[in-house]
């Protein structure tokens, strides 16, 4: 018998979920009201969307983007340069047996639905929806095997 667990594998805990949450929300509150000194980051509104944790706790994958999606490279390398100070600034405001290390990277999830939304409205992707999508005479054969 499986075990229940295997349906939810590969996806994050609740624990991790909460902790990634909580990191964000400081963050957040740190990058906001500028306690950065650093001349790339002076004037720039950050995002952060989202901050997934691994399973123990240890590194966290922070998905930051600049207001209006200009200048992300700089931004990044920005904040790569103080993510020494922005992990103690987290230490003292989150309570943690140990404090993540924080990995910056761009979130490009708003570019990834625009290309889909795009590849859904070309003219060879539209004609496969109105023919249908794919023949199901060539499928029948292999579902009959059972």
Known sequence: ???ARDEFAGQ????QL???????????????RGRVSDP????VIITVPEVRMSPDLRWADVLVMPMGGRDVEVVLE???RNAKYLRGQVARRVTMKYTCDLRFVADTRFDDDDLITR???EPSIRKDFADGGIDDEDDQGEDDRD
């Open 18 to 32: 909460r902790v990634g949450e909580l990191v964000r929300k400081e963050l957040s509150d740190i990058l906001t």
């Open 40 to 43: 790339d980051l002076d004037g």
């Open 78 to 80: 920005a904040l790569k």
């Open 1 to 3: 018998m499986a075990k």
């Open 12 to 15: 994050p805990s609740q624990r």
């Open 119 to 121: 590849l859904l409205h």
